[in-house]
């Protein structure tokens, strides 16, 4: 199985949309604060974003 950057970014949005929407019911069964868990959300979020801004520059970098 090939490594995709692009399946990458999909899986991390996914993940992190998951973690920020349900945080309370996460919040409610693990016992630890709602602000975490979406701190921890929107940080794979950023994650795919910077992926995503990398993927860009090796494109204008390479021509």
Request: hydrophobic share 55%.
């Amino acid at each position: 199985m090939k490594f995709s950057y692009s399946e990458t970014i999909v899986w991390l949005s996914l993940i992190s949309l998951n973690i920020c929407l349900c945080a309370e019911p996460i919040s409610d069964y693990t016992g630890i604060d709602v602000w975490p868990i979406i701190y921890l959300g929107t940080g794979l979020l950023m994650l795919a974003v910077l992926i995503l801004i990398y993927l860009l520059l090796l494109k204008f970098k390479s021509k």
